[in-house]
Every structure is written in C-alpha cells, then in structure tokens.
C-alpha cells in the first residue's frame, strides 16, 4: 500500500470533531480507548524439546524488552500450522509452561572443590578461566602427535566431551569444532545410548 | 526414518517392534490410527511387553527382548516360502541376483567364515561378491529342483557346488585385494547356489516357525498368523500395497542391534518396501535432536554427514580419501551413481569450514589438524577408561551420563577418578551431583577429588536454532525470551571456553596449539557465536567465483550454496556438512520456510522446513517405480520417469539422477557402490556377518538353540573391570529384564515437573502376574531387583500385560521398568522413592557395530524387600 | 481449506444477532453496530435474491467484480439511500440524500467505478453504498467458485484479490488455525501464522499482539515493519464470535492502533 | 469467558414449577464421543482438564496400574481407565477408556439433589454442578450410576466435569476434545456424534473382527451425552466397571416422581427436611439409602485392575 492510502486510512477512523468518517459519534469509543489496558505479546514459533516427532509449539511471551518488562511465558500452544502435530501436544507437551518456567532451574554457575560436601557459588569468568586452564593443562600432559608407528594422531585421549542430543545442530558443530581441534576425540551424544 | 511421520498415513501395514510409539511418539503416533482409520491398514505389535501401542494393534506378539533377528528371520523365511516376495525388484534394486565369492560360509554353525577366535574378529575377504559378469541361466539347477522347500535340501543342493567350483578349495588363495570387483558376477534367474537371494534363502530356512517359537516364545500359530498377515501385502507378488516397519531403541540396545535393524530392511527389500511411501524401515527416535546431533557428528567415528574419521594409517588427505571413497561396483550391464564418489568434494568442504584460510591445498587442507584414531572411544568406553584412569576430563552438556548408564554405579565410581567435571544442564541433575549419591559417606566425600562445575544453561525457549526430527526434517526454532538468572545460551558457554583456551595457547603455547589457533571463528560476537551465521557456514558458501553449466548455476565469491551438487574439491566451496547443503542458501534459510501446502496429500509437504539430502523425503523413491519408471501404486505416486522431459519428476524430491533413463538401469540406492541394496553386505561394513544371524543378549537364560556351541555374538567382548560383572541363569539371574520410557516422562527431565510428576509419580517395576504370585508378591509392595552389578528398588506393578513364556522348553518370566527416577527430583526429593537409578542394573556391553549398550535383555533376580 | 463454507441465509441470521448482542455488551460501539444491524438486514433480504439467481461460470481474480450483475445492485440502490437516511449516521445520510438526487447515470456510474476498482473498499461512502449493495452478490459467487488456495500466504483473498477484514482463529488440536477473512465476498483462506499479511514479515519480535483485558477474543496483530495491522478473533476463545461482526464491535481497538502509529490492512463496512 | 448465559437451562434440581427457557429456546443435543479403540491412555486429556479448570497439583501415588489415581476425585475430573482385561480364552486386551462424568439424559444426580438449583441440566444435555448451591448432602453421589461426583471435604460441596459447560457455551469443544493427539475424542451434536461412532463401529466389525463392537449409549438413563466406541458392547464392565444398564436408584426415582408434581410445597418439604438434617446432624457423612457405590478398596490383589 502506497503512503497516500496509509495517510488516508489513518485519519479514516477519527477525525479531529469525534466523529468517524461516516459521522458516527466517536466519542465514547475514544474513551473507551485511552483506558483500555493493552499488553503486548509476541508468538514465537519453537520444536518440543522433547521426542524426535518434533511437534511445532508456538510460545506466547508477555512484556516489553523496550520497556525493561522481564518477558514471561503465558501459554504454549500446538502449533496449528505444523504438518506433523497439527496442533495437539502429549501430555509432556501439554505441561512445557512447566519446563520453560520451573523453580526447580539452576540459575548460577556452581564449584563443588575436591573433597568439599556443598556447592559453592562461583562467578562465570572464574568459572570459564578455571575450566580452561583444567582443559589446556590435561591436554598438554596427555597430548600425542605421533603413535607408536610414528604415524601422526593429533589426538588426546584424556578428555570426553558429551551431549547434543537436545541441543540443536549449529551447537553440535560448535563441538566439533571445538573438541575436534583440541584433538578431542572422545565426543559422544545420546545416539548410541 | 526412511520416510516420515506423515507418511505413515500412507501405509497398508505396519509392523512396530522394538518401538513403543503410542507410548513414546504419541503426536507422531495419530498417523498410524489415520492409516488405521482411513486406509484400513492393519498393526502387528510385537513388544515383551503388551503396550499402550499393543493395546489399539490388530495383532500382538509377546516376543523374548533380544529375540528379533530370530522372529524377523522367520518372515523372511515365510515370505520366500509363500513367495510374498517383490521379484522384480529383488531382482533389479537389490543385489539378490549377486553371486558371491566360493569360501563364504553361512554361521549354521554360529560363525561366518574368517573367524578368528583368538582376536574374536572375522577376516571378511570372503565376505565379498565374485568377479565375472553376467552368469544368468549358466548355473543348470541340480536333482533338488529350482525351489527346495528345506533348509537340508537347499544345503544339498549347495554345498557340492560351492566347494567343488573352480576345484580351488583345497588350496587356499591369497588375500583377496579390500575391495568389490568392478564387474560383479551375477544371475538375474536367481538360481546359482551362490547368488545372495539362494544364500539368503537357505541362512533363513533354518528360521523355522517351530525355531522360531523355540527363540522368541512366540507359540507357531501366532507367529505364522503375524507373519502371514504381515506379508500379505505382496501377496503373489502384488506389487500395489506397501507395508512399513516402524522401530526404535527397543532394537538398537542389544549387543546385536544393528543386525536386527538390518534384518528389517532385508525384509523390506526382499518384499519391495523400500523407497515407497508408507513403507520404510522407520527408527524413531528418541530425542528432540538426536539426528541433527548424529548428522552433526557428535559421535567419535564420524565427521559431519557421515564421513569417516580419518585413522592414523591415513599419511595424507589423499591416502584418507582413496581409502574412503568407494568406486562404483556393480554388473558392467548396469549403472550406479555411487554418490559418496563425491567424498573428497565434501571432505575439503569440511575441511575448509572448519579451518578457513589456514586450510590451505599446500597443507592438505589442514588434514593433520583432524585427529586420528584407530580403537573404539564410543560412550561405554569414555566411562570404562574413566574408571581406569585415562580419560582426566568431562564436559557434559545437557547429558546426564550418571543416570544414562549401562551400569550407573561404574559411572559413579569413574566420575570420582576424574581431574574435573563440566556439567552444563537447566536442572540439577545426577551426573554433577555424583558425589552426593545415594551411599556415600561424608568420609567417601572427603576422598573425592573431583573439581565439578555445575553451569546453568539455557532452556530450549531460550535458545534458536535447527532441531531434525526423526523424518530428517530441519527446523529452526527461534528464542522466545532470555535466560532466567544467571544463566547462559550453551552456544555462549561452550565459545567462552574455547576462547579462553585459545587465549591460553596464544599466550602461553603448549601441545600442538595450531588447529586451536586456526579453527575459523568468524562470529560477528565471538563469544555469543549467532546460531544464524554458524547455519549459514555448516551450509556452506562458495569462496571463489564457481559456476557448474550443467546445473546452470553460477556463484560469486561469498554466496551461500544452492546445494551439495555444487560442492567442490578445490578449496573453492566450504560446507560444514555436505548433507545440509541447501538447507540455508542465497533465497534463505529454508529450515525455516512455514509452507502448508501439500499438493499431492501424500503428506509431503515440500516447503515446511528442509530434508536432508536435497529436500527429499522419502529418500530411494526411485524405488517407488518399476523398471521402466511408473510407480508401483499410481495412487501413491512420489516420483516418476517424464518421457517427454527425458527426466525424473514428481511430488517429491527424485533420489536419483536426475537424467538417468530407466534403460540405463541405475541402481535406486545411489548411495552403494553397487547401486541396489545390500541383503547381503559385502566386506567390511558390518563386524559380524554379511547376513544377520541370531544371537542370545549377553546374559541370557538359555543356550542358542541355533547353534548351543556359539551362543553369543562371536565378535562382543565383555569388559573386564572389577566392575564388569557378568550373570548367568546359574547364579540364579533367571529373569530376563528391560528398560523403556513412559508417555509421561521424557528421561530425566519432566521429573523436575509437577503435572508429570503428578501423572505418575514413582518408580516400579512391572512383573507378571504369575511370577507374583508364585513370589507372594502383591501390587504396590516393593520388590529388589538385583543384576550382577547392583540392585534397584521400586513398587511392584503386578500385570497380566506380561504373560510368562516357554522359550526352548523352559519356562521364563520378563520383567521391565521405567527410568525416570534417580536421586534428585519432586518425588526423589519428597523422599518417595528408593533413589536407584534403573541403569544400575544394566550391563557394559555393546553391540560392535553401533557400539550401543544392551540395555533391553539382560538377567536379574527378583525378591521381595 | 476449512473456509469458504456455503453460505446460507441463516448465517446472515447469526450475524445479526451477534450484532445485537456486541451492541449490548459494547456500549462504546452500540450506535455503529445498531446500524451496522439495519445494514445486514437489508442485505440479507438481498442476499435472499441474489442467491436464486443462476451464477456466471467461475472465471479469473480479476474478473470476479465483473461477474457482479451492476443491475441488480442499481436497481436496490433507491431502498439503501433510504435506509441509510432513516438510520444512517448523519454525514452518510447526507451522502445518501446527495446521490439520491444525481441522475440515475450517476448513480448507475458510482456503483459501476466500485466494480472496475481492484480493490475498492475504502472509507468513501461511495463506496459504502456499493460495498453493501454488491457484497451478498460476491458472497453467493464466492461460494459457488470455491476458490481454494493452496497457499497459506497469500495476502489477498483467493476468490475475489480483496484485502483481508479480520483474520480469524479456529481450533485445530490445542492451537488455533488462523483464517483471514475477505474483506469483500467473506470467504476465508487459511493463512499460517506469524507471518504478517500485508508486509510477509516473519521476524516474530516485529509481530506483536496487543490484547485488552475488554475483549478476551479480539486482538491487534500490528506488525512492526510495515505498520500495518489486523485485528483477529479468536474462536478458540470465543467459540460464538462472528468474526466480521465482532471485528467492528471492537472500534476502540482500531482507535488504540491508529493512536499508536499502525494502519489498517482495510476498513470495515463502517468506514473504519 | 465462562458464559453459562448462552446454555439453555432444561432441568434443574429440586425446583418447584416449570424450568425458565424449557422448551422455548432448544438448542442441539451436545455429545462427547470417545473412541476406546483408538485411545492410547496417553493422558493429554487429562492434563488438559486439570490446567483448564485451573485444579491445583496434587500428590498421586503408585497404585499397581499406570492410571494416575484410582478414581476421578472432587479436582480431577478426567481419568484414564486402564483394565486389563484377560479372557478365558486366553486373549487378552488392554482396555483404556477416559472416564467422567456421562451426562446423561435422566441424570440420578439431579433427581437426587435436595438443593434448589445445585445441578442443572442445560437443554444441550449437560448436567453441571452449581456449588453455589449444594448443601453438600452428597445425595447425589448415590444417585450417580457412575460413581461421578465426588466430594470435596474442605468446602463441603461436590464437584465433577462439566463437560466445560462454560468452553461449551462459549461455542467451544471441552478442553480434552482438543488435546487429544490421536483424535480419539470427538464432540458435536448427538447425532452427528453417534453417526461417528455407528460408523465406526461398523468398521470395526467388519475390517478389524471386532463382532461386538458397537456404541455406549445407555438407554437406562435416556442414553448419555458422552458416548464411547468399545471394542466390544456386550461386555462395557470390562471397561472398569462401566455398567451395562446404569440405573438411577429406585428411592430417588421414586422422590423426584412423587415430589416434582406437588411442585412448590413438596420441594421445600424436601428442602427443608435437608437444612434441618444439616442443622441437627452436621454435613452428611453417610449416606442414607441407596447405599453409597463408593467404597475406598482394600489394597488391590495382584493384578488388578491395571
């Protein structure tokens, strides 16, 4: 649609005098307006986390990232669109609001120290700075350029990295990426078990 | 899947074993009620247990866990015995006209040809097809007649002949070079005693219906109505219906469950049920993305899409890609597109997404970056090595290998041997709680040395991305709000680590730093990797001006890919993995396309998200046609050869080449060197054997009564920790046992959930009513059940569901429970269950192939607590 | 396709009722939807009409408004100015005073530019007159065509190429299905959801829903991009709800909209 | 929302003199179809029910069967059924049926129901429970041939489905219709509901060998507004005590026949009679005759009932 029309519409419904275009009285729907108590949400198209059927969900958020409103899930939804689900969920499905929004999560990172009985809160550069250092000191000690025949390996056997299988494919090839080049080659996924 | 949840729909027969979809899959499951309801198709459900899936089947078998080859065997047998068998497309698009080498020898005995006992290996160059062309009609039948009815007279009728061919039997000949021959020797009547469907033919004559009842429990009659009903699709060989088979986990966790799946297809091929919709062999899986996971090699013996890793033996690029690129086998008569002859293309590809400008034609593309390997590092061996102190480290990601097993208790104690554990995870979970297990003291705590970092990740809701559901559909999913608290997007966490790890190198050098240094990581935010950006590069773009005539297409540096067919093997393409090529290209990202329509309402559906490969989704659809390219059903048309445009079309993708004119007679399955499919798999493919033969679990309560002397598959071997502990039905382990999921809870995470949990709430353990009553054993009393590793305690569910079994004369009882419960959860936490893992029973075992535990079969004792 | 149901007299029955009631529980809106009222009535008498007579055979969008007999709606045009002067808002009674007294080329002229525009539903009152006199004529055509659109975006109505009123959201599984619906013929097409109609905008932070607590079925659906909207009703909510009807019952969303910088995909029967 | 309004009352309990709107203002008969042979026990229905009514969760315990609890309660009116159902011959099936309230067309609740206005029957055949006012007298717990409502001893009052009186008369389907994901569950008019389910039936009988299966729809009662396709007709106990032939008890038969004619006076008799018993007795524990159906079992023998 041109800017014209665009114009032309908006004033199509109240003009300046209260009244609409075809002279109804505008009035009270104006008032009506300015107390209307508006929320916004937004649909969010997501995959059940869950089984490989992969039933299409919709996710109804509330709350303004403008407005500094912490968003809220109010109501997943079968997506009616999917080819697959066409709308209905399992009863996992059904309860997702529960998984998406559950007091049970962890919500900071953690240390359990050799030999202690607790958790102990720990920042996440601590955390990040102390998980490289563990990486880089085991693969330096354990590390084998060459194997017995000489043949090149590049490969360090001392460290395993696993998981994926609810995670998506850009994050498994971030693994790969990541594990490979360390010459990581203990890298397992929930495929075989 | 072969094909896809929809197409389900489209199916006059299902067979489900091995899968409990009712119960696991139920929104994928309405599509086999639909094929019920409108096409009146039948459902044979054959479980140890009588189902939620059994409960709406036309027919249930309860079959002994771990007895499938056996039942599956026994089709096979009554297809060919009352030919219900596809004969021209046995003929034509398997290799069942293939005759193989003199020396190969059927296990009737337990063991194929080329075993080595000492190293429990086979040397496979036996294994392999004879070299030699067009042998049809030569071989004249012998006085047996051209269709023995019994496996002695078949045996008869072969075994003169095999060992009097060539007269070269008693000398032996040298080692046969590891490769198939060019021009395979074959026999379109069928007849010679060595062409794989006479072989096939006379393996599973021995599967007997009243051999059959002797392994699976499943009384003759029953059996022969299963069998009877399931092969009546092809009845006279009819080609119209189609039956599918629809399986999951219940078949790959045995210490043989890639020959069971195996077994599967060579039924669905023997009755020409491959390629066609509702038909398949169709594995459903389990997790939300298990295939992408798989497709993106998040498993130790493959690169993304399937490549091989490279093995040390591989001195260069070239010597790596000679020895994995397979060159076309077939008759000189036929063609074959041998598709993975495209190798090299999508190796450098990988090569060159991985490591970007540093992979380079002077390096071999930075082939030495990749890491080399020549042993078996599969998931039972990171926790085996774990627990004898070679494996220092663990990251685990949303992956709860404490509660995972096989034998929990073994993890537990390779946990407490470990530097330090990286558990990135939403809720607490078992595997970074280890130390807090069940059992240990505050004095054991003391003694655990392990550094354990608990770090809160991001919910799926949190997170965008690609998920492929088990019909190989790719689909983005977007972020629907931030993650709660402290916590972070994985894709954030696990970029932060290995940038400050580079950091490290950089600073500080250390063990071979390069491919650390020079991994590409051209993230717009290198520490919050976009999923977008890493979706456009695993698709691949082209990084120099590269047209292709024939396909018409022309890229300028810098473009996104159109497709796996304009790979290159230059350096010119990158492409982190071949097969999903095309799912983000210059007209978008096609994982992300909203399409409804569904033209042809076989449930296609073209333009909702992207299959791999190539947007297909049903993939060998050219199988879906006869030789002269018409489909077999004309109602059920996928694909299908256009005369006038000289190529193939159709609703769906065509899985083929494209201009390949019937005549020509290309194999359907493109991506075999011979082009057909394999009943019998030559070489080095499978561990042990060409031809799946039954074996018993591991622990199992009976001998083989195939052949008592080889009960177990020959080439598993046991673990040999003090942890690995093996029962016998001496020792008084005379109960077979199984694991499953529930509709209700997906494994270790809905028990976090208050209306699961509400839905069911505990653990249990599900006895048959006749055992129960001989034990005194009431409904809702707790009951121990002991493995020879460990003990699990939960409420007895008394059912009528499991029916106690004869099984080669002697009277057995199954068990089974779920394993949702741990020790931390709602109810774990209102102190209402025994806090006992289920796969504290499970045993250390894996299936050589697939190197998947056996988790469904193994032996335990049952008492009362 | 769900949509596109045969449309029965009954239906305009449904219609007016729920006009009725919206105008009782809508207060704000009671005089529009009271003559929105008198309007389905006279055109059900139309519709009444039309729907005997025989159908041209089914031909392209774009000769849809052709097939429309320009007679008929002349020769019905006299009793609507009437109608409209008796219960009408004054500045459109006006207007119906003023093309009551053209000359009856005139009038004849004004209905027949409604036919050859492509999309003719503007506020004016012109082409008011001629919306109200040719829709239970495109609605009788729309359904004897039964366009179906296999597409589930396309943006323009498959039937007629006119912008879509009101989109609509119809149970399917636990979801809702979400039809638009033509803002000329009345027939519905499916259309996927998150997707904006006007722009193709998929990008669901730019797709917002804006719901009050008045209207538990009734929301904005207001994209970012092109700044436009369309009000949807949800019949997963309300499974009573008469899309069209309750599309106008809800004004003071309109108003909260056009406050708030969005446009209108199309105006309604009542101007706006 | 929950816009009772638009239902049509028919019947309402212990209320002297003629219904408003009977007769009047009939809208079509509404009819949940369940087809147990299509059913997977999955539960979505179930949690459907329990997030749209808003129930609060609750502790569930093991109880020898995968059904979620034992029987429908004041605040979990949907429950999957699961029977395993041996026979002689050695066949056997695992039965799930969803169980609820059946609405029926002569409900035994109503005519049980001493309080004005406590159970009303809308023209479209749903029975619903006004807790407003029930006197908690339980009443018509025995007079339910189901064992349906349940009581809530907090607030003194009884509870069951309500077949989501107020979905249905926003012009919805129940909440459980629309969770089910092998679309075993149906709802429209009677008719349409039972041409469904005859048809259904019938390809039952003739494509999968099911020779009895046929449609739930007991005449006892003037049949139900909720009917199941069984696999097998003859036999609807198998179903987990699913009667053949429900009936009202006889006593309440009797009351409604004898009181509603006398209109007015007699009504407030009975009514009065209630507050009285209320007010010199307590709440109801015990119910008078009709003996209550609903006995807590002893712990259930091995392997029943699962």
Redesign the interface.
């Known amino acids: 649609m041109d800017v014209s029309r665009r114009a032309f519409f908006k004033t199509g419904m109240a003009g300046a005098v209260g009244i609409t275009v075809f002279g109804f009285d505008a009035r009270p729907l104006l008032a009506q307006a300015s107390s209307l108590k508006i929320s916004r949400s937004t649909e969010t198209r997501s995959t059940c986390p869950y089984c490989a059927v992969s039933c299409g969900v919709i996710i109804h958020t509330i709350g303004d990232k403008a407005k500094n409103v912490t968003p809220q899930v109010i109501h997943v939804e079968g997506d009616p669109d999917h080819p697959i689900n066409r709308g209905t969920l399992c009863p996992k499905g059904s309860s997702l609001q529960q998984d998406i929004q559950n007091e049970r999560r962890i919500l900071k990172p953690q240390v359990r120290r050799p030999g202690s009985d607790h958790w102990d809160d720990i920042s996440w550069n601590q955390a990040i700075d102390e998980i490289a250092r563990w990486t880089k000191k085991t693969r330096d000690a354990t590390f084998m350029e060459t194997d017995a025949k000489g043949q090149t390996v590049n490969r360090c056997e001392s460290i395993a990295f696993t998981g994926g299988c609810t995670d998506t494919n850009e994050f498994n090839y971030l693994a790969v990426k990541t594990m490979r080049s360390m010459g990581i080659v203990r890298l397992e996924n929930q495929a075989r078990v | 899947m072969t094909n896809g949840w929809i197409d389900i729909k489209n199916t006059d027969m299902m067979l489900i074993m091995g899968g409990n979809p009712a119960e696991n899959h139920p929104c994928g499951f309405k599509w086999a009620v639909e094929a019920k309801l409108k096409r009146n198709a039948k459902m044979i459900v054959v479980d140890p247990r009588f189902t939620r899936t059994a409960a709406v089947a036309d027919l249930f078998c309860q079959i002994r866990a771990g007895a499938d080859i056996a039942f599956l065997g026994g089709l096979i047998n009554y297809a060919i015995e009352n030919n219900r068998i596809a004969k021209d497309y046995l003929v034509n698009y398997t290799n069942a006209a293939f005759i193989i080498k003199d020396g190969f020898k059927l296990p009737e005995d337990g063991l194929f040809s080329g075993f080595d006992a000492a190293t429990k290996t086979y040397n496979k160059s036996s294994w392999n097809y004879q070299e030699g062309g067009n042998e049809t009609g030569k071989f004249v039948p012998g006085v047996a007649g051209e269709q023995p009815a019994h496996g002695d007279e078949a045996k008869a009728a072969v075994m003169p002949v095999s060992t009097a061919a060539k007269g070269a039997a008693s000398t032996p000949p040298p080692p046969p070079p590891p490769s198939l021959p060019p021009n395979i020797a074959y026999d379109l009547s069928l007849q010679h005693p060595r062409c794989v469907y006479q072989l096939l033919k006379q393996q599973y004559s021995r599967y007997t219906p009243e051999m059959v009842e002797r392994i699976t429990g499943i009384p003759k009659d029953q059996f022969l109505k299963a069998a009877d009903l399931f092969t009546s699709v092809r009845t006279n060989g009819d080609m119209k219906k189609v039956a599918t088979i629809i399986y999951a986990v219940g078949w790959t966790q045995h210490s043989f469950g890639t020959q069971i799946i195996r077994t599967a297809a060579m039924l669905q091929l023997l009755m020409g049920n491959v390629g066609r919709a509702g038909g398949g062999v169709n594995a459903l899986r389990g997790h939300s993305n298990i295939q992408g996971a798989t497709d993106m090699a998040g498993i130790f013996d493959i690169l993304p899409g399937y490549l091989k890793v490279p093995s040390p033996a591989d001195k260069d690029l070239k010597a790596y890609l000679d020895r994995i690129t397979p060159k076309p086998a077939k008759p000189n008569e036929w063609e074959s597109f041998n598709y993975w002859s495209n190798t090299p293309k999508f190796m450098v590809s990988f090569l060159k997404a991985m490591y970007g400008n540093a992979a380079t034609k002077d390096n071999d593309f930075a082939f030495h970056y990749l890491p080399k390997i020549d042993r078996n590092y599969s998931w039972v061996e990171i926790w085996n090595d774990m627990y004898q102190g070679t494996v220092k480290g663990l990251f685990a990601f949303g992956m709860n290998g404490v509660m995972i097993g096989p034998d929990s208790q073994k993890n537990i104690d390779a946990l407490k041997k470990a530097d330090f554990l990286v558990v990135c995870e939403i809720y607490p979970d078992e595997t970074s709680a280890f130390w807090q297990a069940p059992g240990i003291t505050p004095d054991d705590v003391k003694q655990i040395n392990t550094t354990v970092y608990r770090l809160p990740g991001a919910g799926f809701a949190e997170k965008d991305g690609t998920f492929v559901n088990s019909a190989r559909w790719l689909q983005w999913k977007n972020v629907a709000l931030p993650p709660p608290g402290d916590c972070r997007l994985d894709q954030d966490i696990l970029a932060q680590i290995f940038l400050k790890i580079r950091e490290l190198y950089q600073k500080e050098g250390g063990k071979f730093p390069d491919p650390i240094l020079k991994a590409s990581w051209a993230y717009t935010l290198p520490e919050h990797p976009s999923l977008s950006e890493v979706a456009k590069e695993i698709n691949g773009k082209a990084l120099a001006d590269i047209s292709d005539e024939k396909l018409g297409v022309s890229l300028k540096a810098g473009q996104q890919l159109p497709g796996f067919a304009m790979l290159r093997d230059d350096g010119t393409t990158s492409s982190a993995n071949w097969l999903y090529c095309g799912s983000w290209t210059e007209a978008g990202p096609m994982m992300q396309r909203r399409g409804t329509d569904d033209p042809s309402g076989l449930g296609i559906y073209q333009n909702w998200g992207w299959s791999w490969p190539a947007n297909r989704r049903v993939m060998y659809n050219r199988a879906s046609c006869d030789l002269a390219g018409k489909p077999w059903d004309p109602t059920r048309s996928q694909v299908w050869w256009n005369e006038t445009a000289q190529k193939w079309v159709g609703n769906d993708v065509p899985d083929f080449k494209p201009d390949s004119k019937p005549e020509e007679h290309m194999g359907p399955f493109i991506m075999n060197p011979e082009g057909v499919g394999r009943l019998f798999v030559p070489l080095g493919a499978m561990a042990d054997g060409p031809f799946p033969e039954f074996y018993e679990p591991i622990e199992s309560p009976i001998e083989n009564p195939l052949h008592p002397g080889q009960s177990n598959n020959p080439v598993v071997k046991k673990y040999k920790t003090a942890m690995d502990k093996y029962g016998t039905a001496k020792e008084g382990y005379n109960i077979i046992c199984t694991t499953y999921r529930l509709t209700e809870h997906y494994h270790y995470w809905t028990k976090n959930n208050p209306m699961n949990v509400e839905l069911v709430p505990e653990p249990f353990v599900e006895i048959p009513a006749e055992l129960a009553d001989q034990m005194g054993i009431r409904g809702g009393e707790k009951v121990k059940v002991t493995s020879a590793r460990s003990d699990y305690i939960a409420k007895a569910m008394v059912t009528k569901r499991i029916k106690p079994m004869m099984v080669d004369g002697k009277k057995l009882y199954q068990i089974g429970m779920p394993i949702h419960w741990g020790f931390l959860g709602i109810s774990e936490g209102e102190g209402r269950t025994a806090k006992t893992p289920a796969n504290l029973l499970t045993p250390t075992v894996v299936d050589p192939n697939a190197y998947t535990p056996e988790f469904k079969g193994f032996l335990v004792k049952l008492e009362k607590v | 396709m769900a949509a596109a149901s045969a449309m029965k007299t009954t239906d305009w029955d449904k219609r007016i009722h729920r006009a009725v009631e919206l105008a009782e529980r809508y207060?704000?809106?009671?005089?529009?939807l009271a003559?929105y009222r008198h309007i389905l009535e006279f055109q059900k008498t139309l519709f009444a009409d039309v729907a005997c007579l025989s159908l041209p055979a089914a031909g392209g969008k774009a000769a849809f408004r052709e097939q429309l007999d320009l007679d008929i709606a002349v020769q019905q045009l006299p009793a609507l100015l009437s109608l409209v002067q008796r219960t009408?808002?004054?500045?459109?009674?006006?207007e119906a005073a003023e093309i009551g007294r053209a000359s009856s080329e005139q009038k004849r002229e004004i209905l027949r530019s409604f036919l050859l525009s492509t999309d003719g539903n503007?506020?004016e009152?012109t082409h008011?007159f001629a919306r109200v006199l040719f829709q239970p004529q495109a609605e009788h055509l729309a359904v004897a065509q039964n366009a179906q659109s296999?597409?589930?975006?396309a943006s323009v109505c498959p039937v007629c190429a006119a912008r879509p009123q009101v989109a609509v959201l119809r149970?399917?599984?636990?979801?809702?299905?979400?039809f638009l619906v033509c803002s000329f013929c009345s027939t519905e097409w499916?259309f996927?959801?998150?997707?904006c109609p006007?722009c193709g905008e998929?990008d669901?932070?730019k797709?917002?829903?804006?719901?009050?607590?008045?209207f538990?079925a009734v929301r904005v659906e207001a994209c970012d991009t092109c700044?436009?909207y369309l009000k949807s009703v949800d019949?997963?909510?309300?499974?009573?709800?008469v899309p069209l009807g309750d599309e106008i019952a809800t004004?003071?969303?309109?108003?909260?909209a056009?406050?708030h910088g969005f446009?209108?995909v199309s105006?309604n029967l009542?101007?706006? | 929302m929950s816009d009772r309004g638009t239902l049509r009352i028919q019947q309402i309990s212990a209320h002297p003199g003629p219904v408003a709107g009977e007769g009047v203002q009939r809208q079509d008969k509404v009819c949940k179809l369940i087809d147990t042979t299509t059913c997977i026990g999955c539960k979505a229905c179930e949690v459907a029910c329990v997030e749209w009514n808003d129930m609060p969760f609750q502790t569930t315990y093991f109880d020898n069967t995968y059904q979620t609890m034992p029987d429908t309660d004041w605040n979990y009116w949907n429950l999957i059924k699961f029977n395993e159902d041996q026979h002689d011959n050695g066949s056997f099936a695992w039965l799930m049926r969803k169980h609820q309230c059946m609405h029926c067309e002569d409900p035994g609740c109503l005519r049980a129901c001493p309080a004005d206005g406590a159970i009303v029957q809308y023209s479209n055949g749903i029975v619903d429970f006004q807790q407003e006012h029930c006197i908690g007298c339980q009443f018509c717990v025995s007079g339910c041939p189901f064992n349906i409502p349940k009581f809530n001893p907090n607030t003194k009052k009884v509870y069951k489905c309500t077949l989501c009186s107020d979905r249905v008369g926003a012009g919805l389907e129940p909440a459980c219709i629309k969770a089910c994901p092998t679309g075993c569950l149906h709802f429209g008019t009677k008719d349409d509901m039972k041409f469904l389910a005859e048809n259904r039936a019938s390809q039952l009988r003739e494509v999968s060998g099911f020779q009895n299966a046929g449609v739930y729809d007991p005449d006892t009662i003037g049949g139900t507004h909720v009917i199941y396709v069984l696999h097998d007709a003859t036999k609807p106990e198998r179903y987990g005590n699913l009667p053949a032939k429900p009936r009202i008890p006889l006593s309440f038969t009797v009351w409604k026949d004898i009181f509603k004619p006398i209109g007015l006076f007699g009504a407030m008799l009975g009514f009065v009679g209630v507050v009285m018993h209320y007010v010199f007795e307590g709440p109801r524990r015990e119910q008078p005759a009709p003996p209550v159906v609903r006995i807590d079992p002893p712990p259930p023998p091995a392997g029943k009932e699962n």
């Open positions: 207060p704000s809106a009671a005089e529009i003559f009408g808002p004054a500045k459109l009674a006006q503007g506020p009152s008011f296999v597409d589930s975006s149970p399917e599984g636990d979801g809702g299905k979400r499916e996927r959801r998150i997707l006007v998929v669901h932070q797709l917002s829903r804006y719901s009050a607590e008045d538990a700044k436009y019949m997963t909510v309300d499974g009573l709800a004004a003071s969303l309109d108003i909260w056009v406050e446009s209108k105006p009542m101007g706006f």
